[in-house]
């Protein structure tokens, strides 16, 4: 290797580690906040390590500091925007987990979300963890990584991305995020709706009846038995919908 492409390899490496080390750090498994740093940027150094034969083909390196500085920030807004959808996607399962915990009677039961280090509803934060240990023992943070690696293709380096774009992917990934959301807690809209008609005709059959005592246990105990039977249909409805998500990414 001559001395002279020492410099040019470099800033490569340095504008791949922006986008990559900003997409690391949102992938989904990965990218948790629970997670090490350094196993992270680890992870994010090697994965640039890999793509700088490939990014030298694509990248043109500016001469000046101005164009290099530009890139650099271009780099990581890509990174930024395309990592921010997919946790848009992620965040299903919270949203999933407080109609859930309503529908219970759980709403006001909080624990602190290992994942963001704020206080949610404990059924959210169990769907969430749940979740992303599925996604490591599935292989579907491979899929992410494959994205990172295609994110070069879908938005290639050398400028700002467009807005309306990145706008568009932010819409799909919240409708999708939101759809997901309702399609995961279905069964337990579905199981409020049915217990609180009981109640309300039992209430009206049995005026005398402390209908608020007896609602309170049985909605947590019928809960608690509708997500003992549903919860691997629900898992597997976001592991469904999560690869589809990232297999867009990837333009397959």
Do not use: W
């Not at 948790?32 to 490939?54: G, N």
């Amino acid at each position: 290797m001559q001395i002279a492409i020492l410099p040019e390899i470099s800033s490569i490496f340095v504008l791949v580690f922006a986008r990559v080390g900003t997409l690391v750090m949102l992938m989904p498994g990965i990218g948790e906040r629970f997670i090490f740093s350094r196993a992270r940027l680890s992870l994010a150094f090697f994965l640039a390590l890999m793509l700088v034969p490939m990014a030298r083909n694509v990248i043109a390196t500016p001469t000046d500091v101005p164009g290099m500085v530009g890139l650099l920030i271009s780099e990581v807004l890509i990174g930024l925007s395309l990592g921010f959808c997919v946790r848009l996607v992620m965040a299903c399962l919270q949203t999933a987990g407080v109609i859930v915990a309503q529908t219970m009677g759980l709403g006001f039961a909080m624990t602190v979300d290992p994942t963001g280090g704020l206080q949610n509803p404990s059924i959210g934060n169990l769907l969430t963890m749940l979740g992303t240990t599925l996604i490591l023992v599935t292989d579907l943070h491979h899929i992410a990584i494959a994205a990172i690696y295609r994110s070069y293709e879908l938005l290639p380096p050398g400028g700002f991305p467009e807005i309306t774009d990145i706008l568009a992917l932010a819409i799909k990934a919240t409708a999708q995020g939101f759809s997901l959301a309702v399609q995961i807690s279905a069964p337990f809209i579905v199981f409020g709706l049915l217990f609180n008609l009981g109640l309300g005709v039992l209430a009206r059959l049995m005026p005398q009846l402390q209908v608020f005592f007896l609602a309170v246990p049985a909605s947590i105990l019928g809960g608690m038995l509708v997500l003992l039977a549903v919860v691997g249909v629900m898992m597997g409805v976001f592991l469904d919908d999560l690869g589809d998500f990232l297999r867009q990414l990837t333009g397959n």
